[in-house]
């Protein structure tokens, strides 16, 4: 066959309205694969004034350019992956129909580590940075404590591993592999409203390597985001 | 009965929804005093729909309460963000030299929180004019209002249907009552003309028994005149009749205390 006619065939394929459509990942607010979103800076204002350091200078527009799922401990995770994010997601966590929270997500740091000594120090079973009390910031940030969310008592545990089932725009479906650890710090209050910020450690897996990620997160408001759902977003 | 028909006027039939159709008539002609058996039937669907409506109503006060309350947060949030915004862009437009960059990035940032501000708070941001704020305060007011409209409408109609069913149920209480009184007076009626039937029977024999006596007294008298009339040919012989009859009867009778005696002698030996 031709690329002429290859391309031909491809374009009759995805375009003509027997087309299959790609699947789409059932999200709250409408906001699956495709759906556009605007986020509010209020938000980010707000806790960097209470002196988070998620900076308020994320974008605000964005299209939903893929989906992951997940479960921890029985809850429901999907996170809707931002355009403008650079790995920053929208995380809604589930129990049946019913959102119990939300929280936007922002890359921090990524460490590709380069040896198995190095590794063993994210995620040695004994002394492994990956589940223990307390993590810092980074140096620059002023090495803030952050105290483990995930497990009670004052010993490391190990981290939670689950995969996360990804479905792009396109409908092409891969898997992510996690080791991850939730911590969090308070913030100062600002008008009566406590706050916390968020510091999600994961190494994850990808089928062409690993790192360890970081990300910060805060809780936001569905008033936060206005969404355009995508044409074929499950209601 | 007219406050609830001032409400149906006032509320207007699309605010009914489907017990709107003909509830303003139908209820123009309901009185719980004179109501038939269907008409409180009726009476009580309508209760039971007015229940309904406010259910909904309830659910829709609700949800406005939950939209005023997150517009206002929204706004309130939006607010000090804007200030927060609006004091390090006066600090960087201040600032020597001026961080033009920073201007730039701050006031992209604080532009779309004070449209923001303006959509949820009107011109004035406040919320009490205009803007998506005072809209849901409106609609939170008019379904209120709407919402006590009805629960007085469905407090009348449930009075009206209870104080109907109460009557109604009165009545048939009345109606069973002198059914039982006159199915008991046409039993005592009936008792009585039994009763009547054997007294005239007794009376009459009664009658015939004094007939009878009658009939045997005349009988024992023509009976004694016959034995005075054969005594009195047998002592007289040839008497007056009269006479004889009358000496008879005066005769003096006879001394029965001595045949006693003698009997007794006789058999006692004495």
Known sequence: MSFSNYFRAFKEHHLSPQAPKPPRTRMPLRLSQDSAVTISATPLVLNEAAGSLIKSDLPSDHKIIFVGELAVYGVQYLRAYLSNGDGAFIQFATRGDKVVETRLYKPYAEVIPASTDEWNFWLGQQNGYIGAPVVQSKEEDGLLPYQRVWGQGDQRIDPIITTEQILDAAGVRSSLRHSLMLYARALTAVSNQSSAEYLLVSVVETPSGASVNFWLGMDIAEADLTVFPAADAPS | ?270
């Open chain 2, 1 to 270: 009965m007219s406050g609830t028909l001032d409400f149906f006027r006032k509320a207007g039939l699309a605010k009914l929804g489907d017990i709107g159709d003909n509830l303003t008539s139908w209820y123009a002609q309901f009185d719980p005093e004179t109501a038939s058996a269907a008409e409180i039937a009726q009476l009580g669907d309508r209760a039971n729909a007015l229940a309904h409506r406010i259910a909904e109503i309830q659910g829709k006060l609700e949800h406005d309460q939950h939209a005023v309350e997150s517009l206002t947060s929204k706004l309130t949030r939006d607010k000090q963000a804007a200030q927060i915004l609006g004091g390090r862009l006066k600090a960087a437009q201040t600032a020597e030299p001026i961080d033009a960059g920073m201007v730039t990035q701050l006031t992209a940032q604080l532009t779309p929180i004070l449209s923001e501000i303006e959509t949820l708070g009107g011109e004035d941001g406040t919320g009490n004019k205009d803007g998506q704020l005072f809209d849901a305060k409106q609609t939170m007011q008019a379904d209120a209002d709407d919402m006590a409209q009805f629960r007085s409408a469905h407090t009348k109609a449930i009075n009206d249907w209870t104080t109907a069913r109460s009557r109604l149920d009165h009545a048939r209480s009345d109606m069973e009552r002198a059914a039982q009184q006159k199915q008991d007076a046409m039993a005592r009626q009936a008792q009585a003309q039994r009763d009547a039937g054997l007294l005239h029977s007794a009376a009459a024999g009664g009658i015939a028994l004094t007939a009878m006596d009658r009939r045997a007294e005349q009988l024992r008298t023509e009976a004694r005149a016959a034995t005075i009339q054969a005594e009195g040919l047998r002592h007289a012989g040839g008497a007056d009749t009269a006479s004889i009859v009358d000496s008879v009867l005066t005769e003096a009778p006879p001394d029965k205390s001595a045949d006693a005696l003698s009997r007794l002698a006789k058999l006692t030996g004495g």
